[in-house]
């Protein structure tokens, strides 16, 4: 059984920092993409970021420049560095793993930035 576990998120001021991370357990074979996606209620979500086991990464338009995405490919766990927090990033966010086969998604973690 698999289980993805997302931790970090909270309230923050605007202009603010959070960590988050995610660290997948159980059998998980050939890990390809990890990521980060978000959503607020009645939109459709959408990707923050990912990073390929090379450590290539892409990002929203919304967020380059603030966020960083980065992984432990041995520990299987992905983190995602928030700097300048704007009430806009104010979300649920979801851990991602893709491989070959399925894909894997947490339970989300709920971020809040006030203004």
């Known amino acids: 059984q698999v289980q993805l576990v997302e931790s970090g998120g909270g309230l923050v001021q605007a202009g603010g920092s959070l960590r988050l991370s995610c660290a997948a357990s159980g059998s998980i074979f050939s890990i390809k993409v990890m990521g980060w996606y978000r959503r607020v209620p009645g939109k459709q979500r959408e990707l923050v970021a990912r990073?390929?086991?090379?450590?290539?990464?892409n990002y929203a338009d919304s967020v380059k420049g603030r966020f960083t995405i980065s992984r432990d490919n041995a520990k299987n766990t992905v983190y995602l560095q928030m700097n300048s927090l704007k009430p806009e990033d104010t979300a649920v966010y979801y851990c991602?793993?893709?491989?070959?086969?399925?894909?894997?998604w947490g339970q989300g973690t709920q971020v809040t930035v006030s203004s």
């Open positions: 990073i390929t086991s090379g450590g290539l990464t």
């Open positions: 991602s793993v893709f491989t070959p086969v399925y894909d894997y």
